[in-house]
RNA sequence: GGGCGCGUAGCUCAGCGGAAGAGCACUACCUUGACACGGUAGGGGUCACAGGUUCGAUCCCUGUCGCGCCCACCA
């Protein structure tokens, strides 16, 4: 016997256990079945699972789940990603904490300590995972920093570096002066702060008492201006173009130039250039040959090493003894000081409150700092073209539509992509320097090494170089990498391309547009046919969930509550196209009641001796009410199916829930209930059967939204052996004899019943109460059916009897027009005559006014005209049919005098 | 500054050219032999606003106003 009530808790665990174990979850590559091939996006291999987590991994499970019961050889990659910068701040905490640091340790020794750290936290979100019940291929689990996906990533990395896509430059980059080390400009993200705008006066060369005023929101930069622009036809300065100013504190000259780089509508008007620290200074410095000395280091500290032959003593303007003092200051300490000198030297003009958008590293905080660097750059433009090409020819298509505009406009103006990190934790990069510095790619050290002899004629020390790559480099590769790709695999030859990629819009530039971007150039094929976007998760207020806004949800938490199961079919009923997911407990509380509800269907089932019956052929079902159930239980695995298929979860929930809910409990069950109640007849042994039946199809149904209880209730009612629920048939449409006579026929049953109920419900009729119904002016065929139907109108419609009527109503009675009939409900001494004159005076004017708008409508000749035939005659109907009800509420109006 | 998305019942959202929908919340009644994590019934909406296209607009077009997000020169 099943349970009073669900215990999740008590089933999951085991039954994830036996799935596993028992190899449901394995792809199989000797399948004869087409495969069907999703990668997980891999989560940081010490994380945790978030909400972000939840929503993604329930949708892949389920598209899974689905696509394995359909019987496609599915395989889910699972694997994790060793998440560069992410996880050497975490072991770097944890040192600090130690009172260490990694400087300290030494490169190998840290490099340990990491890998140790991943052996101790490693397994906490695939643990996680399976909570949730994501059924990943375990045995198949892949970790980005693991040999083979090493070696992919040195091959990659060699070739693209011989075609001459990969190559090292020194420029300007987005420099974290907290990490020490460049990052990518997808990972500076703009912060508005309220600043202010300096204006400072530059001296003019030989030109005593004239200035050139320049508005800053860095005056500490101003050590390293080699220039000052403005524009061609500004009339403020063009007298000024081709002279020089005198660099304030450095006492340098430095020339005044035309450039439309300068806005006349800005600042001054003028503008100083300081090439090596502003990303637009630095195209200026290019233009005009300019020097570009930096004044910062690495850790954002002033630096003068770059300026020492430039500094020129300058009477009351440069004093080399006040710039000595700025050698080493950080950057916030220097402009405090540098404008307190100007001030003294009354060359700070004025200062105005400025509010700008300042980047900052989106994993340090801190504000970046351009630097020029010598880095490693990837040729991301000549890349982008077959990207953005598979995506026009809709090789690739993402899901909704409207993000490959985003796709597209990121990949048409894609700027190099630096991939080196000044970083340990990550791929060291595969280049070996000679002692001239003669530079060496290879696949490994011996390879470069051989190169070396080659070159120099003779065994050379080699050095490797320093940093690491970018980890979206090696996330990049995922979709072959974790496929035995460079090797040629029987794995990579079935699976790849893999047909959907499912994740959240943030990381389509992070991310998809990278795998799209390796993955077509690497081999020549698109890593996925789909791309599945769904929303972010975000909490009841629509705030995006943080920890440091306290607003997150633990799902695992949730999970305990509630069960996974609730969780599940609560993220795939809000998980619609191109939304994102609002989401708290209170909703997983209320999903969680349909998980009960389907529970308590099924005990209600088991109660009454409903199961499985082998054989059973439901084109043989005699029964209306069994032929209804079918047919609509064949509408709900159809609507299901396509919408599963176009990525609609939320439809396929719902479809699921309203056939679950509306149809077989408040419905199918109910009016079965006479049937089942009698004794052991016929028609009873074909309600069980097709009850049977349609609860094995509910299970197969919900089971991608909600493995576990369905799959409890599969194991326990013995559709199939324990834990085979996960890979049982998708169900299609049985075979239903004259579907719409019945579909015609409950339509009927069911508008009867309700009306008996609203009629009773709106006079007051106590519950206990049971009345006659009595059908006047209703065809034989009508008679027949409430003949056919009569147990189910007594029980359900709370009736003594159910009689055709010949006369005119008793005089006590409440009226209804259903058809061409009339409800008649005797009520005396109950019924309210004064309401129910009321309430049928309200019914008529409704049926009359609906009656009143189509037949305007169908009076106007260009809707009769213009509209299509159809619509016409649907409208003609509807018309008689409001007509008719008008004039029989007008009757049993009338006739209660 | 450029781009995208969203404004439909108290809340969360579906519908996107031919009768305004769901879930939750609310109200009334009901411990009826599966389920009170339940049942039955009910109230509640000029579908943001203004124009336009159409026989017909919540749905298509244009504009306005609000909200959110992404990208973008820290003068």
């Known amino acids: 016997m099943l349970d009073k009530t669900y215990d999740p808790a008590a089933t999951e665990t085991r039954l994830y256990e036996g799935w596993e174990s028992s190899g449901a979850f394995a792809a199989d590559p000797a399948s004869a079945a087409a495969p069907f091939t999703v990668m997980i996006p891999p989560p940081n291999v010490t994380g945790s699972l978030h909400m972000g987590h939840a929503l993604t991994f329930t949708v892949q499970d389920a598209l899974i789940r689905f696509r394995r019961m359909q019987g496609r050889d599915t395989l889910w990659q699972p694997g994790t990603d060793h998440a560069g910068i992410a996880t050497q701040m975490v072991v770097e905490r944890l040192l600090a904490g130690e009172g260490t640091d990694r400087s300290t340790l030494g490169r190998e020794a840290f490099l340990q300590r990491v890998w140790q750290w991943k052996a101790e936290s490693g397994g906490t979100i695939t643990r996680q995972l399976r909570r949730l019940g994501a059924s990943l291929d375990w045995p198949r689990e892949r970790f980005t920093m693991d040999a083979g996906l090493s070696a992919a990533v040195r091959t990659v990395f060699v070739r693209l570096f011989r075609e001459g896509l990969i190559y090292r430059d020194r420029r300007l980059v987005n420099w974290d002066p907290k990490f020490q080390s460049a990052i990518s400009d997808l990972e500076v993200e703009a912060r508005e702060l309220r600043g202010q705008l300096w204006h400072l006066r530059y001296p003019v060369a030989d030109q005593p008492g004239r200035f050139i005023t320049v508005a800053t929101t860095r005056p500490e930069t101003m050590l390293g201006d080699t220039a000052v622009v403005v524009h061609p036809d500004d009339p403020r300065w063009s007298d000024l173009i081709g002279r020089h100013a005198v660099l304030p504190l450095v006492g340098r000259r430095i020339p005044i130039l035309a450039d439309t780089h300068a806005d006349p ?75 307190a000198e100007l001030e003294r030297l009354e060359l700070l003009e004025k200062t105005e409150p400025h509010t700008h958008q300042v980047p900052h590293g989106d994993r340090s905080g801190v504000a970046i700092e351009p630097l020029l660097t010598t880095q490693w750059f990837c040729n991301a433009a000549v890349l982008a073209q077959p990207a953005i090409a598979a995506v026009e020819q809709g090789r690739t298509q993402f899901v909704p539509k409207q993000w490959e505009n985003t796709f597209f406009a990121w990949l048409r103006d894609i700027q190099p992509w630096c991939i080196s990190r000044q970083l340990w934790w990550g791929h060291r990069i595969p280049a070996w320097y000679g002692p001239d510095g003669q530079v060496f790619v290879a696949a490994d050290a011996a390879e470069a090494a051989a190169a070396a002899r080659a070159a120099y004629g003779t065994d050379v020390a080699l050095t490797q170089d320093e940093d690491v790559l970018d980890t979206w480099f090696s996330s990049g590769l995922w979709p072959f990498s974790t496929l035995g790709w460079p090797e040629a695999t029987p794995e990579l030859a079935r699976y790849y391309p893999t047909d959907v990629l499912v994740t959240g819009f943030d990381i389509i530039f992070f991310w998809v547009a990278r795998m799209m971007m390796l993955g077509l150039h690497i081999t020549d094929q698109v890593p996925f046919r789909t791309v599945y976007i769904h929303g972010l998760v975000r909490d009841e207020r629509g705030q995006k969930m943080s920890k440091s806004k306290g607003n997150s949800i633990d799902p695992l938490e949730l999970i305990d509550r509630y069960g996974a199961d609730a969780l599940r079919f609560t993220i795939c009923t809000l998980t619609g196209p191109g939304r994102d997911v609002k989401l708290g407990a209170a909703r997983v509380e209320s999903y969680r009641g349909f998980v009960t509800k389907l529970w308590n269907a099924a005990r209600f089932c088991e109660m009454n001796a409903i199961a499985p019956q082998p054989g059973f052929d439901p084109a043989g079902a005699r029964l209306t009410l069994s032929r209804w159930l079918l047919d609509a239980a064949n509408a709900a695995v159809a609507a299901a199916t396509t919408a599963l298929e176009a990525y609609r979860i939320d439809e396929y929930a719902a479809v699921s829930y309203r056939f679950v809910w509306n149809v077989f409990c408040d419905w199918f069950l109910e009016l079965a209930k006479p049937v089942l109640g009698a004794a052991d007849t016929a028609d009873a042994a074909e309600i069980r059967a097709v009850a049977a039946h349609v609860l094995g199809t509910i299970l197969r149904l919900l089971h991608p939204a909600m493995p576990f209880v369905t799959e409890t209730l599969w194991d326990h009612f013995g559709y199939g052996g324990p834990c085979s629920l996960i890979r049982a048939p998708w169900p299609v449409a049985d075979a239903v004899t004259d579907a719409a006579e019945a579909r015609a026929e409950l339509d009927w049953v069911v508008r009867l019943i309700s009306e008996i109920r609203a009629v009773r419900s709106e006079m007051n009729i106590p519950p206990a109460t049971r009345a006659p119904i009595l059908l006047r002016e209703a065809a034989p065929a009508t008679l027949a059916r409430a003949a056919r139907w009569d147990d189910a109108i007594r029980r359900l419609g709370r009736a003594e009897s159910v009689t055709p009527l010949a006369g005119p109503p008793p005089r006590d009675a409440a009226q209804v027009v259903l058809d061409e009939a009339t409800i008649v409900i005797p009520l005396a001494g109950l019924i309210d005559l004064d309401a129910e004159r009321t309430r049928l005076g309200r019914e008529r004017d409704k049926a009359a006014g609906e009656a009143e708008k189509i037949a305007r409508k169908l009076d106007n000749a260009d809707f009769v005209a213009r509209a299509p035939e159809e619509v016409v005659a649907e409208n003609r109907e509807r018309l008689d049919a409001a007509r008719e009800d008008a004039t029989r509420l007008a009757a049993a109006l009338a006739r209660l005098g």
């Open 265 to 339: 509508a800005k600042g001054s008007g003028a503008v100083k250039i300081t090439p090596a620290h502003d990303f637009n200074d630095f195209v200026v410095g290019q233009r005009h040959d300019l020097p570009m000395p930096s004044v910062l280091d690495r850790e954002a500290r002033i630096t003068l090493a770059e300026l020492a032959d430039a500094i020129i003593p300058v009477a009351g303007i440069a004093d080399p003894a006040f710039l000595r003092t700025l050698d080493g200051q950080p950057r916030e300490a220097a402009r405090t000081a540098i404008l």
